[in-house]
């Protein structure tokens, strides 16, 4: 138990769907991160949020929209998703006044997109 | 971005054997990570190193950050089925600056 909790733990969807992920933390960090894990490739970082407030948003496809309404909350909103958009997605917390940012990490939303 | 490559990519060993794995770079980094993802979860954190030459153990684990700070090493004494699980390296350009993923090292620890 990390302290980040994530729902659903699985997740089919058409393309034509809307559906949104949701993680919590429990920790009182003040970042919160999505990150995309695809087989074969490094964890590719999607967005961070930073004391509620959208500081990185790596190049990420309209189709994802992320929504942060408190320091202990984040959301992922997804629609017309595609296939490649399958993979892990993990979302993770840091203190971001600490010099090296350590990620605690909830344990994933496996999607699959049909 | 800075790149970090890790090796090896598979590592299947018996329960009792000794491995290394590592992860390197070009670029130096400020600080670097290591971190264990067992099946169906997500990654969690063993051990930071900062300082050049750094050397922690954790357990059975001993883990070294490259006296130039571009590369680092995770050793394993006396494998257990336990150690199971994808080894992630991820390095810190600079102090304050997000983190850079290596792809992995997926150890399989046979009884």
Same mark, same amino acid.
């Not at chain 2, 006396?78 to 150690?83: E, H, T």
């Given at each position: 138990e990390t302290g980040v909790t994530q729902t659903p733990r699985h997740l089919v969807m058409g393309m034509t769907n809307k559906k949104s992920l949701k993680c919590e933390q429990?920790?009182?960090? &003040?970042a919160m991160y999505w990150y995309k894990q695809s087989a074969k490739k490094p964890l590719e970082l999607m967005f961070v949020y930073s004391l509620e407030e959208? @500081?990185? &948003? &790596? *190049? @990420?496809? *309209?189709r994802f929209s992320p929504e942060c309404p408190n320091s202990s909350h984040l959301f992922l909103h997804l629609h017309t998703l595609q296939p490649e958009d399958s993979a892990l997605y993990l979302c993770a917390s840091s203190q971001e006044d600490t010099p090296t940012y350590e990620q605690y990490f909830g344990p994933g939303t496996r999607l699959t997109v049909t | 971005t800075q790149l970090l490559e890790q090796s090896p990519q598979f590592l299947s060993i018996q329960e009792g054997e000794n491995l290394t794995v590592y992860c390197n770079s070009s670029s130096v980094f400020s600080s670097l990570q290591w971190y264990r993802q067992e099946p169906g979860e997500g990654p969690v954190l063993l051990v930071t190193v900062v300082t050049g030459g750094e050397v922690k153990k954790l357990k059975r684990l001993t883990f070294q950050f490259g006296d130039a700070r571009k590369d680092s090493s995770l050793h394993i004494t006396?494998?257990?089925?336990?150690?199971t699980g994808l080894y992630l390296c991820a390095g810190q350009p600079h102090s304050g600056s997000r983190l850079t993923f290596g792809e992995g090292t997926q150890l399989t620890v046979n009884p």
């Open positions: 429990h920790l009182g960090h &003040n959208r @500081v990185e &948003n &790596n *190049s @990420v496809p *309209s | 006396a494998a257990q089925p336990g150690d």
